[in-house]
């Protein structure tokens, strides 16, 4: 089976989940990055469903949109609950991750240099409702999910923005400390290739 391909541009951004994902199942994942020279020139971004990357291939399949690429690999790969009913919930708590990220996204490239005092302020009210869907080491049942690869690198992105940000979230420290412990997703995370490229596209962290 070939790899999976991934076009995206040389950050982590909405690729990092999808990568720790990949990492953790054992797949293989060639990277296309595409610089910023490259895309605004427009030929790449017309042939993009929504004129967004990722843009992700998985042999005759082409799929853009990180969360439908994440959904994707989850039923693919044994990360999508055991039934339906556990499916729909993981669909429920990856929508809030969602809203979560869409927040972070519009500080670090909206609001940065003026909102982060009230962003980190408000943190807590979107950290709490995760904080209390843990009834095991996950967020839906006792297997890991997409929800729980998606939210974990959130968070790895929260504890850049403000180490201390979990301070008061014993069950998604603790989710942090399991994910990270995964060999694969250990070997990931100290590999050069995935230290050396910036969260996001803007220098701020």
């Known amino acids: 089976m070939p790899p999976y391909t991934a076009t995206y541009f040389p950050v982590k951004g909405r690729l990092g989940?999808?990568?720790?994902?990949?990492?953790?199942?054992?797949?293989?994942?060639?990277?296309?990055?595409?610089?910023?020279?490259?895309?605004q020139k427009g030929d790449l971004k017309a042939t993009c469903v929504f004129g967004q990357l990722p843009k992700f291939e998985d042999g005759d399949l082409v799929l853009f949109q990180s969360n439908a690429i994440l959904r994707h690999l989850g039923r693919n790969h044994g990360a999508y609950g055991k039934d339906s009913r556990e499916a729909s919930l993981i669909d429920m708590m990856n929508d809030?991750?969602?809203?979560?990220?869409?927040?972070?996204?519009?500080?670090?490239?909206?609001?940065?240099?003026?909102?982060?005092?009230?962003?980190?302020?408000?943190?807590?009210?979107?950290?709490?409702?995760?904080?209390k869907?843990?009834?095991?080491?996950?967020?839906?049942?006792?297997?890991?999910?997409?929800?729980?690869?998606?939210?974990?690198?959130?968070?790895l992105n929260h504890l850049v923005l403000c180490p201390k940000s979990l301070d008061n979230f014993p069950k998604l420290n603790n989710l942090v400390k399991k994910m990270s412990a995964r060999p694969k997703i250990r070997a990931l995370l100290d590999s050069e290739a995935f230290k050396k490229i910036p969260i996001n596209g803007n220098g701020k962290q």
């Open 17 to 39: 989940a999808i990568k720790i994902m990949l990492a953790d199942k054992g797949q293989e994942l060639k990277e296309v990055l595409v610089g910023m020279e490259e895309w």
């Open 96 to 131: 809030g991750v969602e809203d979560l990220r869409s927040k972070y996204i519009k500080l670090i490239y909206q609001e940065y240099d003026t909102g982060k005092e009230a962003y980190l302020k408000d943190l807590p009210n979107s950290l709490c409702k995760f904080e």
């Open 133 to 155: 869907r843990f009834n095991s080491d996950f967020l839906v049942g006792n297997e890991v999910s997409f929800a729980d690869y998606n939210l974990f690198d959130l968070l």
